[in-house]
């Protein structure tokens, strides 16, 4: 159980253009999705929190209007690059937290973005 | 300010030579403290949650421990299939359940 999927795993776009990742808790229901962000040889920095049916919550520093998420169900949440440009490539991650008391966040498989 | 610090920041060992990875935090509330454990290009893979000063979890060779400062993840025998990176993360209390992560201990294991 507590399965989380993205997609697609990787993708390579040209500067200028969006990019939308999904994630999708697969067994369970989550009331809250993260989407984080990992450099190379660097840890996961967390860009925004949302919950279903609200407007996600960002972390200072990260633009939203660059950084779109729509969490539409209590499985699916998708995280919009719009107008990528190289510094936008990195490893974006997303995790999921049920509801019912449970406390553990599990993390899909990430996506590698590369803005060329 | 909230802090996470891990050391040391890699960690070369034979396999069988057991030893211990740090997990430092300073924060204003605690929830709970989280480790991961990701392997090269993958997502993070939950371990262990702990909420309380004195509470160990185990799995397999992995026991997780944790005091009001730190928390220290014991590897027992390690196998060169335990090489990854392991992560720390605090939980805090009132912030959504955010998790704020450590830079992370990066394991070999040479057999």
């Known amino acids: 159980g507590a399965v989380v999927s993205q997609h697609p795993s990787w993708v390579i776009c040209k500067s200028g253009t969006s990019v939308k990742i999904e994630c999708r808790s697969l067994?369970?229901?989550?009331?809250?999705m993260f989407w984080y962000r990992q450099f190379p040889k660097q840890s996961l920095m967390l860009m925004a929190t949302s919950n279903e049916g609200s407007k996600a919550t960002y972390e200072q520093g990260v633009e939203k209007d660059k950084f779109l998420i729509n969490h539409a169900s209590l499985t699916l949440s998708t995280l919009t690059v719009t107008s990528a440009h190289p510094e936008d490539s990195s490893f974006y991650i997303c995790?999921?937290?049920?509801?019912?008391?449970?406390?553990?966040?599990?993390f899909g498989p990430g996506t590698r973005l590369t803005v060329l | 300010e909230d802090q996470v610090t891990q050391s040391p920041e890699a960690l070369r060992l034979q396999e069988g030579e057991s030893s211990s990875l740090n997990c430092s935090y300073t924060?204003?509330?605690?929830?709970?403290l989280f480790w991961y454990r990701q392997d090269p290009g993958k997502g993070p893979e939950f371990l262990f949650t702990l909420y309380s000063a004195g509470e160990e979890k185990e799995k397999e060779r992995l026991k997780a421990t944790l005091t009001k400062k730190e928390s220290f993840l014991h590897i027992t025998a390690p196998k060169p299939e335990d090489s990854a990176t392991y992560l720390c993360a605090v939980q805090l209390r009132n912030q959504g359940g955010k998790l704020i992560f450590g830079q992370g201990t990066e394991l070999s294991v040479k057999p």
């Open positions: 924060v204003s509330g605690l929830r709970g």
């Open positions: 067994d369970f229901q989550a009331t809250t």
């Open positions: 995790s999921a937290r049920g509801a019912s008391g449970r406390n553990e966040q599990f």
